[in-house]
Nanobody
Framework: QVQLVEFGGGLVQAGGSLRLSCKATGRTSDSYAMAWFRQAPGKEREFVAAISWSGRATNYTDSVKGRFTISRDNGKNTVYLQMNTLKPEDTAVYLC????????????????WGQGTQVTVSS
C-alpha cells in the first residue's frame, strides 16, 4: 500500500506560478510511476503529467506543455509539479497518483490516489 498526500495548492493570479508536491509513504520501495491529474467542477478527471520511476521518461497533456514541469526526488519519496504561466482554465483540484512500472495517461490504470489540492487561478 502507498499513501499519497499533496501540498502546495492555492490562489494565484493569471501568469503566476505554483509548485505542487506529493509525498508518498508506505511501501515506497517498489518502482512506481507517478502522475498528476486534475478535475474541475462538472468535468471529468484529466491527465496532466506523468513521470517514470527513474525520471527519464515524462509525458504531458498538450495544454500544459512548455508551462508545467514534473519531477521527482526518490530519496524524499516526493514528486513535484512546477506550474508556470498559469491560466484561469488551469483552475481545478490537482490529484497525485501512483502505479507500478510504466507511466500511463489513463486514470483507471493508477492504483493509488491522494486527496487532492485546490489550485485557483484568477483572471
Amino acid at each position: 500500500q502507498v499513501q499519497l498526500v499533496e501540498f502546495g495548492g492555492g490562489l494565484v493570479q493569471a501568469g503566476g506560478s505554483l509548485r505542487l508536491s506529493c509525498k508518498a509513504t508506505g511501501r515506497t520501495s517498489d518502482s512506481y510511476a507517478m502522475a498528476w491529474f486534475r478535475q474541475a467542477p462538472g468535468k471529468e478527471r484529466e491527465f496532466v503529467a506523468a513521470i517514470s520511476w527513474s525520471g527519464r521518461a515524462t509525458n504531458y497533456t498538450d495544454s500544459v506543455k512548455g508551462r508545467f514541469t514534473i519531477s521527482r526526488d526518490n530519496g524524499k519519496n516526493t514528486v513535484y509539479l512546477q506550474m508556470n504561466t498559469l491560466k484561469p482554465e488551469d483552475t481545478a483540484v490537482y490529484l497525485c497518483a501512483a502505479k507500478r512500472n510504466f507511466i500511463a495517461t489513463m486514470a483507471s490504470l493508477y492504483n493509488y490516489w491522494g486527496q487532492g489540492t485546490q489550485v485557483t487561478v484568477s483572471s
